[in-house]
């Protein structure tokens, strides 16, 4: 969990205006898009929990 809270933390650290803009983009996605992105994230999430166990 500390992980994630550090990688959460390195964007908004770094560059607040491009994570403004990214965050502006996904509101304007449908929710169809969002639902896609969602998946793929927790398939490549489970890809490397297998491949790092």
């Known amino acids: 969990m500390a992980l994630l ?3 959460e933390g390195i964007l908004p650290f770094l ?3 491009n994570l403004r803009r990214a965050l502006f983009s996904i509101v304007q996605q449908n929710d169809k ?3 896609l992105t969602g998946v793929a994230s927790m ?3 489970i890809l490397l929990l ?3 166990r």
């Open 43 to 45: 398939l490549a999430g």
């Open 33 to 35: 898009s969002l639902r």
């Open 15 to 17: 560059s607040p205006r």
């Open 50 to 52: 297998y491949l790092v």
């Open 5 to 7: 809270l550090i990688f």
